[in-house]
């Protein structure tokens, strides 16, 4: 090999060898930009986990100490004492020296309320120890220890505690009150007067439930307190009775009377016709309502059609169209009471036609009737009857007379 082609031979070679070099650095810039480019897409992608923190039910702690309970024979406002119920009757006011006692407790909804014994059963009832401060179960006690909500109903003739209710109130307004009308105010007296009595009372009272309305007497340290649902009326009532505001007084809480102010009247009227609306709009399909109330655009439309039966300009009216019954004009009113065609053909004169003979089903064993003791007649006798063909007897037609006073008639029958 010459010295000419040895040249040429070298320089091929290195240029070859550059060739796989810048190849080489090429592929690894690009592995390098590809795992720099996969960084930033998994760090953009980056799932968040919410963690939920359910918080756990509290068991209702003992507002006192079980040690420390005594059973006493309360003092006599009365002329009988009952054992059943632990207090004295016949009296119809409280003792004037106790309505002026401070109460020995007082319930802190915040730190007292939780879940009991009661909680498993539905219905239950509200504790009255507990509304007063002084329930030393806890947890162990047979009746809720939580405040009443709308969605716990109780019979009318008992309040939220499970006991009964009266006819009438009582002469003080005291007790459990009546179940002649639902009542949800409550009376305060003997509030100490100062510049701030309103937002005093409704700081105090708003602990017990919603608030309707509060009105206020400054001069007379008098309060009404008015609440949207009336169990937390009977709770409140209960859990104020005797306690103290932000003074030394000592409250006195009783059931208010009716409000002889027209206004309230028909304020009352007016909220019991709305949860009426409330319980019929319950009850109602969806559709239905829209359309009573002009929210379904085309409701109108199609009743304007439905109702006119094929009659051009005419519409029935709502009792007509909402009618239901088998007499019905609306075919949807018709629905579901249909008559049979299989009920049994009517029998004229105690037998039944061949045809309906024919289409009476034959029974495959008439069964034997079963005596009955006590009746004027046996068992024989009457289907002896109720087999029996029925003929009713027609009255013969006299023969015409003859003779010559054929004519001659009297108005007398007789």
């Known amino acids: 090999m010459s010295d000419g082609e040895t040249v040429v031979a070298q320089r091929v070679q290195d240029d070859a060898q550059d060739d796989a070099q810048d190849d080489a650095q090429g592929d690894q810039e690009q592995e390098t930009a590809l795992t720099t480019t ?14 939920i923190i359910r918080k756990k039910r509290r068991p209702a702690r003992p507002q006192v100490d079980p040690a420390t309970v005594t059973t006493e024979i309360p003092p006599q406002t009365g002329t009988t004492f009952n054992i ?10 409280e003792d004037k020296y106790l309505s002026k006692t401070h109460a020995k407790g007082r319930c802190n909804i915040v ?4 879940y009991t014994r009661a909680d498993r059963v539905s219905g239950s009832y509200f504790c009255l120890f507990f ?4 329930c030393p179960k806890g947890q162990d006690c047979e009746y809720l220890h939580r405040l009443p909500t709308i969605h716990d109903m109780f019979n009318p003739n008992v309040d939220c505690f499970g006991r009964d209710k009266h006819a009438d109130y009582r002469d003080d307004m005291g007790g459990t009150g009546s179940f002649m009308r639902q009542n949800r105010t409550v009376y305060v007296g003997r509030i100490h007067v100062t510049d701030d009595i309103e937002e005093i009372v409704a700081r105090h009272f708003a602990e017990w439930g919603q608030i309707e309305r509060i009105r206020v007497l400054n001069t007379r340290g008098v309060a009404f307190i ?4 009336e169990a937390n009326a009977q ?31 028909a304020r009352d009227a007016r909220r019991i016709e709305e949860q009426a609306a409330e319980a019929i ?15 379904d655009p085309e409701a109108r439309k199609r009743r304007k059609i439905e109702s006119s039966y094929g009659l051009e300009g005419y519409e029935a009216p709502d009792e007509v ?21 299989n009920e049994r053909l009517m029998i004229e004169n105690g037998t039944a036609s061949e045809e309906a003979q024919s289409s009476l089903p034959i029974a495959p064993q008439q069964q034997q009737p079963k005596e009955e003791s006590g009746g004027i007649f046996s068992s024989s006798t009457l289907a002896a009857l109720q087999t029996a063909k029925v003929s009713v007897a027609q009255k013969p037609t006299p023969a015409a007379s003859t003779g010559p006073l054929v004519a001659y008639d009297s108005e007398d029958d007789e």
């Open 281 to 295: 709009r319950r009850a109602l399909p969806a559709e239905f309502i829209a359309e009573m109330e002009g929210k």
């Open 38 to 51: 996969t960084t930033e897409v998994a760090a953009a992608t980056e799932r968040k986990v919410k963690k």
């Open 235 to 265: 709770f409140a009532k209960e859990a104020m009775a005797h306690q103290s505001l932000d003074h030394e007084e000592v409250l006195n809480v009783r059931w208010a009377t009716v409000d002889p102010n027209p206004m309230a009247k």
């Open 321 to 341: 169209y909402f009618a239901r019954g088998p007499n019905a004009i609306n075919p949807v009113g018709r629905q579901g009471y249909e008559v049979g065609y």
């Open 111 to 114: 730190k007292d309320s939780g």
């Open 84 to 93: 059943w119920y632990n207090k004295w009757a016949g009296g119809d006011r």
């Open 226 to 229: 008015t609440y949207t649902n």
């Open 131 to 134: 509304a007063r401060g002084l």
